[in-house]
């Protein structure tokens, strides 16, 4: 037994020889984290403007959720600059809210707003599984989703165009858009893919470790920003925002799909927001 426990030491002497401490390798696997999320789930822009981005790998976005929270954080911030620069010009609260949810639609190409929309209009029009995954695939929106489509925006503009000034604004952007988008690395932990193809299911299940990881780096984001009690509140409800849709979505689809994950981040989003405005 102590020649074992020798063995164990001098193994891993040996192995912490192979893998020193390498902060530039580190900054490097963050990066791409950080890329592979933006290139996949806030892409449109860049395909836009004629930019090609590499086509999903199987568990890729899984291996990148670290980059959840970062990219939703610079969506959130880009949105804020938005607002402060209408704000600056004189524009009403409600005219500059508009313009920074439009920019986060335009940014993240409306993928989870039209989410949102075709869960509710494949929970709200009901039927078997079968049909309700079929459903969801279906181009024109009915009027279930239209209508959810057209009532979570206006929370969302409303709860922006409600708050004191543009620090305000900027501080709960970043904090519902890092929670919000750290949301959907705890679902895909959590739910397995409805289907045996799609979205959902190309990117696979990520690890414990980097999904503990995305929550953790929203909550620090959240308790800076808001202070601790409005960053539990926020949170608290952020994440009853999202549990609602994964909960529907394992009873009634049998787990997520790309469009489940679009409802999820935009529950979050609306609960944090709903409750940085009743805290004010």
């Given at each position: 037994?102590?020649?074992r426990?020798?063995?164990?030491?001098?193994?891993?002497?040996e192995?912490?020889?192979?893998?020193p401490?390498?902060?530039?390798e580190i900054?490097?696997?963050?990066?791409?984290?950080?890329?592979?999320?933006?290139?996949?789930?806030?892409?449109?822009?860049l395909?836009?403007?004629?930019?090609?981005?590499?086509?999903?790998?199987?568990d890729?976005?899984a291996?990148?959720?670290?980059?959840?929270?970062?990219?939703g954080?610079?969506?959130?911030?880009?949105?804020a600059?938005v607002?402060s620069?209408?704000?600056g010009?004189?524009?009403p609260?409600l005219?500059?809210?508009?313009l920074?949810?439009?920019?986060?639609?335009?940014?993240?190409g409306?993928?989870?707003?039209g989410?949102?929309?075709?869960?509710?209009?494949?929970?709200?029009?009901?039927?078997?599984?079968t049909?309700?995954?079929?459903?969801?695939?279906?181009e024109?929106?009915g009027?279930?989703?239209?209508m959810?489509?057209?009532?979570?925006?206006?929370?969302r503009?409303?709860?922006?165009?409600?708050?004191?000034?543009?620090?305000?604004?900027?501080a709960?952007l970043a904090?519902?858009?890092?929670?919000s988008?750290?949301?959907l690395?705890?679902?895909?932990?959590?739910?397995p893919p409805?289907?045996r193809?799609?979205?959902?299911?190309?990117?696979?299940?990520p690890a414990l470790?980097?999904?503990v990881?995305?929550?953790?780096?929203?909550?620090a984001?959240?308790l800076?920003v808001?202070?601790?009690?409005?960053?539990?509140?926020a949170?608290?409800i952020g994440?009853?925002?999202?549990?609602?849709?994964?909960w529907?979505?394992?009873?009634?689809?049998?787990?997520?799909?790309?469009?489940?994950?679009?409802?999820?981040?935009?529950?979050?989003?609306?609960?944090?927001?709903?409750?940085?405005v009743a805290?004010?």
């Amino acid at each position: 037994m102590v020649k074992r426990a020798k063995r164990r030491r001098h193994g891993g002497a040996e192995d912490a020889h192979k893998a020193p401490f390498n902060p530039a390798e580190i900054l490097k696997d963050w990066w791409d984290a950080v890329v592979v999320t933006a290139a996949t789930l806030a892409g449109a822009p860049l395909r836009l403007c004629g930019i090609k981005t590499d086509k999903l790998k199987r568990d890729q976005l899984a291996a990148s959720v670290r980059g959840f929270p970062v990219v939703g954080l610079a969506l959130g911030l880009i949105a804020a600059l938005v607002y402060s620069l209408a704000d600056g010009l004189g524009l009403p609260p409600l005219i500059a809210s508009l313009l920074a949810v439009a920019t986060l639609a335009f940014l993240g190409g409306a993928g989870f707003e039209g989410g949102l929309a075709r869960v509710a209009d494949a929970l709200i029009t009901g039927g078997s599984k079968t049909q309700q995954l079929a459903r969801l695939k279906e181009e024109p929106l009915g009027a279930y989703g239209t209508m959810v489509l057209v009532i979570c925006l206006g929370l969302r503009v409303g709860a922006l165009a409600s708050m004191e000034n543009a620090g305000a604004v900027t501080a709960a952007l970043a904090a519902a858009l890092s929670a919000s988008w750290a949301a959907l690395a705890v679902v895909l932990y959590l739910l397995p893919p409805a289907r045996r193809s799609g979205f959902a299911h190309a990117a696979g299940r990520p690890a414990l470790d980097q999904t503990v990881l995305a929550a953790l780096l929203a909550a620090a984001l959240a308790l800076l920003v808001l202070g601790p009690v409005a960053a539990v509140v926020a949170l608290a409800i952020g994440g009853l925002g999202a549990f609602k849709f994964a909960w529907f979505a394992k009873r009634n689809f049998g787990g997520t799909t790309g469009d489940v994950l679009g409802a999820v981040q935009q529950g979050a989003e609306i609960g944090v927001l709903l409750a940085i405005v009743a805290l004010a």
